[in-house]
């Protein structure tokens, strides 16, 4: 799994020998006279340069003015309208550029040109079931879904259907009940069925759990259907093994009794779809907390799980240590798991072909914030601190960890450079003893290209980190909402995000942004076995101690979306790019080069 950021090839072309007339003996004949010259052929066309890759720049910013707002963006191709989601106000935002030129701006750390025009305010309850906000939005033709969760833990959520798109006038349409905590939504590229990845997370003391599922939502002739079907995984009930043998992971706290329940997880409750892409007849979905990905067959509705193993950090870079300055290493004995959030497809030669960000994400629920260390225990918290309760965790640094004696681990740990790294103790203890072999970090950060079978055809390697070091010092590896070097090592490091596919010219590219460190890496992938590196901007400002509501650009890219030159109103493609924490709307136009 190795990257290799460049490859080249030599074709070396060797002539052996010319052949001559040769003479035999006896004497040489007179020269011949020399036949007329021949008119001069006409003058060949000018060569074309060959385009080298792409470039980006940033053509249009507008801001929600609210962090935490401006997480997915949507793109109405007839009217020029950007749709964004703002949970800060449960509403869903309009932004025209539908008159955006392809000129950069002047300062596009802190230049705005957009405004936000009408909103979309959501109702607060539907059938008497109290909503509360909004995750995600997504757009086919005159019809816009908004997935919304229920207040209550225990209740279903519903995806809102809005028409009048086509007329800038939305109106609700209808609601449809979905599963429990839908959590991001999309159509079919032909707008027949629409998916729903219900992500049925546990209450904050884990007593209540409901089970993740997908659910599927026909739409014939732009309305869709009153009711969904809805896809569990109680299937899979019986095969926890199994899919643990693929290299899944299912982290919880059952066994233990929490305010006064004795917890009991089922892995269709530990199971927690996170995010769906799709063709007509596929849907692929991240199953993010416990490392796997679904596969869905959209004819006849029947699923299989796929496990996705782990990334051997052995012979790749990874800095392990927040000390403010950049050290990379290679670690014996520590592995990661993918954990993908955002995911991808598309087709080489007929196949299919996914792509993932690898985030990572552990988990971590409170009983209360505020409760004190006597109420804590009596109420079965794993730990306290500073008036917080925590009900579970599977995450903790290297140095926890009980190494097992000869083991990579113990070895690991004896180096200590790694030892504040978070890390699982829900992986590493291969024979159940209670010692472990080897540690288990969260996501993989880097970007992966898998076939249809579940193999791994390409992967970023260590890229995300090496690039930005390289460009930013110290400075790399920052977080989302302060600027602080180095301050993200221990901790799943850039967080790969956001992804998009998209086509320029005749090349096909990966756009994936950083939750973290922010910015947008750019991958050929027009052939996914030898995809690579092409680009990297960051709209931000990294001077030290700038923070949220400074002038400090955009701050973590939750969504991405490519508009092909056709559908853009510059007439060349462009990048929409929702960050979430600054609550900014980016606008990248892509030029070849």
């Not at 799709?278 to 509705?301: C, F, K």
């Amino acid at each position: 799994m190795k990257a290799s950021m460049f490859k080249t090839s030599l074709l070396a072309l060797s002539i052996a020998g010319l052949l001559a007339g040769c003479s035999l003996d006896g004497d040489d004949g007179s020269d011949g006279a020399q036949g007329p010259q021949g008119e001069a052929g006409p003058s060949g066309a000018n060569g074309e340069n060959a385009f080298q890759g792409i470039a980006l720049a940033v053509i249009g910013r507008a801001s929600l003015e609210a962090e935490g707002a401006a997480e997915i963006v949507q793109y109405d191709v007839a009217t020029g309208m950007v749709y964004v989601t703002n949970s800060d106000t449960n509403t869903v935002a309009l932004v025209d550029i539908s008159d955006l030129s392809d000129a950069e701006l002047d300062s596009p750390v802190t230049d705005l040109n957009l405004t936000v025009g009408s909103e979309i305010t959501l109702p607060e309850e539907v059938d008497g079931v109290a909503l509360d906000g909004l995750t995600s939005i997504a757009l086919s033709g005159d019809l816009l879904a908004v997935a919304v969760p229920a207040d209550a833990k225990a209740d279903n959520g519903y995806l809102l259907f809005y028409s009048g798109v086509s007329a800038i006038a939305p109106t609700l349409l209808k609601a449809v009940e979905v599963g429990n905590l839908p959590d991001m939504v999309t159509f079919t590229p032909d707008g027949s069925k629409v998916l729903v990845a219900n992500e049925g997370e546990p209450s904050g003391d884990y007593t209540i759990d409901p089970e993740g599922s997908v659910a599927v939502i026909e739409v014939v002739d732009g309305v869709p259907a009153d009711s969904a079907t809805l896809l569990d995984f109680s299937a899979y009930n019986s095969q926890k093994a199994a899919l643990m043998e693929m290299g899944m992971h299912f982290p919880n706290p059952a066994g233990r009794t929490i305010n006064g329940v004795t917890i009991t997880t089922s892995v269709a409750q530990d199971l927690e779809p996170e995010y769906i892409t799709a063709s007509n007849d596929m849907a692929y979905v991240t199953l993010q907390e416990n490392n796997g990905v679904a596969v869905i067959d959209l004819t006849n509705l029947t699923m299989n799980i796929v496990g996705l193993g782990f990334k051997d950090w052995s012979e790749l870079n990874i800095d392990v240590q927040e000390d403010g300055e950049v050290g990379f290493g290679q670690y014996e004995g520590l592995y990661g798991l993918y954990m993908p959030d955002t995911i991808a497809m598309y087709s080489w030669k007929g196949a299919d072909f996914l792509l993932t960000a690898n985030e990572g994400d552990a988990r971590e629920y409170f009983i209360s914030e505020d409760m004190s260390e006597t109420d804590c225990t009596a109420a079965g918290g794993q730990d306290w601190d500073d008036r917080e309760c925590l009900a579970f965790t599977e995450e903790v640094k290297i140095k926890a960890l009980d190494a097992e004696p000869g083991s990579a681990l113990e070895a690991l740990q004896m180096n200590g450079e790694a030892d504040d790294l978070r890390v699982t103790n829900a992986l590493g203890d291969a024979d159940g003893n209670g010692l472990y072999d080897a540690a288990y970090s969260y996501g993989a950060r880097s970007f992966t290209i898998w076939d249809q079978n579940g193999l791994v055809v390409f992967d970023s390697g260590d890229d995300f980190e090496r690039i930005t070091a390289s460009l930013y010092g110290a400075a790399f590896n920052n977080g989302d909402d302060e600027n602080e070097g180095d301050s993200r090592s221990e901790n799943k490091g850039p967080e790969p995000e956001a992804l998009t596919v998209g086509q320029v010219g005749e090349r096909t590219y990966a756009f994936i942004g950083l939750e973290r460190m922010g910015g947008i890496f750019v991958y050929d992938i027009t052939n996914p076995y030898d995809a690579f590196f092409v680009e990297y901007i960051n709209n931000r400002d990294v001077t030290e101690g700038l923070e949220v509501g400074d002038a400090i650009g955009d701050l973590a890219p939750e969504s991405l979306l490519f508009v092909a030159g056709d559908d853009s109103p510059t007439g060349a493609p462009v990048l929409l790019v929702g960050n979430e924490v600054s609550g900014t709307v980016a606008v990248y136009s892509i030029t070849q080069k």
